[in-house]
């Protein structure tokens, strides 16, 4: 965890703002993937995730109510009990094939940021309704990386990019 005394949390030139395009299951794989969509473009970023991972999103961006508190409504609420906000999250670095993120908080008067997977960052970012950048680093690496890889990273993304909401569908679990 770091303190910064930054106030505004504003976003830094190399973020990317993102927007949860929606969940799908990988037809391969059987692993969640979160899809982002750059809001400023057709830009999508695919990040597989574990299965609680997307259910705790899936819940919230359906909002359904819980009976008690689930993982991510409980870090919300310990939050917001020591006076503190979530700004934004940023999927900052992707090494190894692994995402990171970091999650931008407000605590009396002073910026603090702490390391996330990705999945728990977007997960806090739905339930405190802020903003998600990915850093353009990432985005340009990922290209690279799904490239590498045995499956053709520009025929993914542009079946990525062309899904609609049909497609997308509702996250089941």
Same mark, same amino acid.
């Given at each position: 965890?770091?303190t910064?005394?930054?106030h505004?949390?504003?976003?830094a030139?190399?973020e990317?703002?993102m927007q949860?395009r929606?969940?799908?299951?990988d037809?391969?794989?059987?692993?969640p993937?979160?899809?982002?969509?750059?809001?400023?473009?057709?830009?999508?970023?695919?990040?597989w995730?574990?299965?609680?991972?997307?259910n705790a999103?899936?819940?919230e961006?359906?909002?359904?109510?819980? %009976?008690?508190p689930m993982?991510? $409504?409980? &870090?919300? *609420?310990?939050?917001?009990?020591?006076? !503190?906000e979530?700004?934004?999250v940023?999927?900052?670095?992707?090494?190894?094939d692994?995402?990171?993120?970091?999650?931008w908080?407000?605590?009396?008067?002073?910026?603090?940021?702490?390391?996330?997977?990705?999945s728990d960052?977007?997960?806090?970012?739905l339930?405190w309704d802020? %903003?998600?950048?990915v850093?353009? $680093?990432? &985005?340009e *690496?990922?290209?690279?990386?799904?490239s !590498?890889?045995?499956?053709n990273?520009?025929?993914?993304?542009?079946?990525?990019?062309?899904?609609?909401?049909?497609?997308?569908?509702?996250?089941k679990?």
């Amino acid at each position: 965890m770091t303190t910064t005394p930054i106030h505004p949390v504003t976003q830094a030139s190399d973020e990317v703002e993102m927007q949860i395009r929606g969940l799908m299951m990988d037809p391969v794989t059987n692993m969640p993937i979160i899809v982002l969509k750059d809001i400023g473009s057709d830009l999508v970023l695919p990040i597989w995730v574990g299965i609680f991972e997307a259910n705790a999103i899936a819940l919230e961006l359906e909002k359904t109510a819980m %009976p008690r508190p689930m993982t991510h $409504d409980l &870090l919300q *609420n310990m939050a917001r009990g020591l006076n !503190a906000e979530v700004r934004k999250v940023v999927v900052s670095e992707l090494r190894d094939d692994t995402f990171y993120a970091v999650i931008w908080m407000d605590h009396a008067g002073e910026t603090v940021t702490m390391d996330a997977r990705p999945s728990d960052a977007i997960a806090l970012a739905l339930r405190w309704d802020c %903003p998600i950048y990915v850093n353009r $680093d990432v &985005l340009e *690496n990922s290209k690279q990386a799904a490239s !590498a890889q045995h499956v053709n990273a520009d025929e993914m993304r542009r079946w990525l990019e062309n899904l609609n909401d049909d497609d997308m569908g509702r996250y089941k679990m």
